[in-house]
Every structure is written in C-alpha cells, then in structure tokens.
C-alpha cells in the first residue's frame, strides 16, 4: 500500500513538472542538460492553418551534457490546471487536441554531447478542427530513476518543452466574463478609520482565441460614493476556457449602509466585461445616535404634549369656580307697583 501510495504521488509529481520554453540554446533548468527550442530562435511556436492543412515546421533539441542522451520526442495537448493557468498532459496520457496533430518519424533521438538535432515534424489540421487557438506543446523527455522514503524506488518523468500555439482559420471570437463575484465586509462599530472590504472573483475567457486581460474594481457606497480604488490588474494570458481567481483589498471602507464592487475587465483582442456585487454595511454608531436623538426629541414633544394639556385642564376648572352669575334654576321676576 505504501509502495502504491509513493508511486501516486511520484506520478503526480511528474505530471506537475513545469512546461519551459527556452529564448536561446540554455538549459532548461539546473538538473537539466537537455533544452527544446522551436527553430529560427522563435520563443515558441505560432502557427496558423487552415482546416485540412498540413504544415511542416521544425524543433531543436540540444543536449547540455558531456554524455549522449537518447530523448523521447513527442506532442501533448495543454490543459488547464487546479488554479486556471496552463499545464501539461502527463506523458502516459493520450492528446487529443493539437498534440494528437503532431507527428514525427521516430519516437526517440539520441543527441550526442554538446550537439542540437534539428527535428522535423508535420502538423494535421482534422478538415473539422474548430475555429481559433489550440496550445499544446512538443516536449522532450526522460524517465529518470529516483529513490523516495524507505528507499523505495520509482521512475520520475522528467521534461522539457516547447509551446505550440496553433490558430485554425475562421470565426476569432473573444469573449471574457465575470464570475463568481463577492463582497465581504467585516463591518465596525464607529465609522471612524473604517474596515477592510475584500472582493473576489473570477475571469473566465468564453472565446475560442487566446487573450490578455486587464481588470479594475471599485468600492462604493450609496449614490456612487467611491469608498476604494480604482485597483488595477494585469491578469496572465488565458486560454479559451481558462480562467483566472482574483482578490482586492480596501482598506479604510467606511460603513456607508450599502457597499458595491464594480469590477470591469477588458481584453486584447477587444472585448470587455463587467459585474458588481453589494452587501449592507449599516453605520451602528450614527444610526445608534440618530435612534437616541429621536428617542430625546419624541419624549420632549410627549412632554411638552401633556403639560400642555394640563395646563389648559387647570385653567378651565379655574374660570368655572370664579364665575358670579346665578345657578341654573333661579327665577327672578319683576313687577309694577299699583301705588305708584
């Protein structure tokens, strides 16, 4: 089982190994002696083709060391990784994109101490291939053995490539979006020095062609206070269906009852996207102090209410018991006197 267990992670391991593609005749990296450079002193391969095309292009492999080196050659797709950028297929999976249209005469090319074998290879555009970019890679590899714990040993795959971008005749269409997009506010008590806000999101590119992307986020309150940024970023070049995580910061966002984060992206070929999220951020402390001075004012008014009423209830029953004229009932009659 534990045995089972080293293998896994070795193969995990190889698969993650970092896709290099070399400028200039260096190494790839220190524990390398071999580099996989595209003919011409390209950085890469940039190709395009028509459905149905076939292209014949070639690829350098050099070997750094004082000893032959006999290399697998070959073609894999690129995929998309856990955190959205680009990696590899492992060596023992099938492409099926790109890579499955790259084709050499051999498997393996021994190069000899110090030497570069240029290496041709031909590319098949399927007559059905969609529209747009296919990335892949031509790599060059060896499984080399290495010794994990309890002196177990495996085989480690290790490579070394060169990307391929191929772009097929037809409709371009770039498209990006906004994903996924919250705010969160750890809202204060008092409005004084703020709190932090912090937005995140996702670009995803929806288009069928390669883009960069720039993106700018904003935070404001209600009736477009802005409370934080603009912020900025360059996001890395996403693939057709890659996408990208992002996190902002504001620091000093005062609670200004509503907040709101804009974030607008914009991409190379011309599209653009946009998105907003809210949260409430009630202001407890003026909201704590309005509540008392209504409380204040509407006991004064109550009060001023009922010594009113009480005023004007004593002033009534005063006039009643000052009043001089007769009660209710008595008859006074007036005659003439017979004498007079």
Request: proline share 7%; glycine share 12%.
């Amino acid at each position: 089982m534990f045995a089972r267990l080293v293998r896994l992670v070795c193969a995990l391991f190889a698969a993650l190994l970092p896709l290099v593609a070399l400028a200039g005749p260096a190494r790839a990296a220190d524990e390398f002696t071999w580099g996989v450079q595209p003919a011409g002193g390209r950085d890469h391969f940039v190709l395009t083709a028509a459905p149905g095309q076939t292209l014949v292009d070639v690829v350098g492999v050099s070997n750094f060391g004082a000893e032959p080196l006999t290399l697998r050659v070959y073609a894999t797709d690129a995929v998309l990784a856990v955190d959205g950028g680009m990696t590899l297929l492992t060596g023992a999976e099938q492409p099926r994109d790109v890579g499955s249209w790259i084709g050499f005469d051999a498997e393996s090319y021994t190069i000899a101490p110090g030497k570069r074998a240029d290496i041709p290879f031909r590319l098949t555009v399927p007559a059905g291939a969609t529209p747009g970019d296919h990335t892949g890679a031509i790599v060059a590899s060896i499984k080399a053995a290495a010794t994990g714990p309890g002196e177990q040993r495996f085989d480690v795959d290790r490579r070394v490539g060169a990307r391929v971008y191929l772009r097929v005749d037809g409709p371009a269409l770039p498209g990006l979006a906004i994903e996924d997009l919250r705010v969160s506010y750890d809202n204060p008590l008092t409005m004084f020095g703020g709190a932090e806000a912090v937005v995140r999101y996702r670009v995803r590119n929806t288009g069928n062609v390669r883009t960069t992307a720039r993106v700018e986020t904003t935070v404001s309150g209600l009736g477009g206070w802005r409370l934080g940024g603009p912020k900025r970023t360059t996001l890395p070049e996403l693939l057709p269906g890659a996408t990208h995580e992002v996190v902002q910061r504001f620091a000093g966002v005062v609670p200004a009852g509503r907040l709101t984060a804009d974030v607008k992206a914009t991409g190379d070929p011309a599209t653009a996207a946009t998105g907003s999220a809210t949260v409430w951020a009630p202001p407890w402390l003026l909201l704590g102090a309005i509540v008392l001075l209504l409380g204040a004012l509407i006991g004064r008014v109550v009060r001023v209410v009922r010594r009113r009423r009480r005023t004007a209830a004593e002033g009534a029953a005063t006039t009643e018991a000052g009043d001089g004229s007769k009660p209710a009932g008595t008859h006074t009659e007036a005659t003439a006197d017979p004498t007079g």
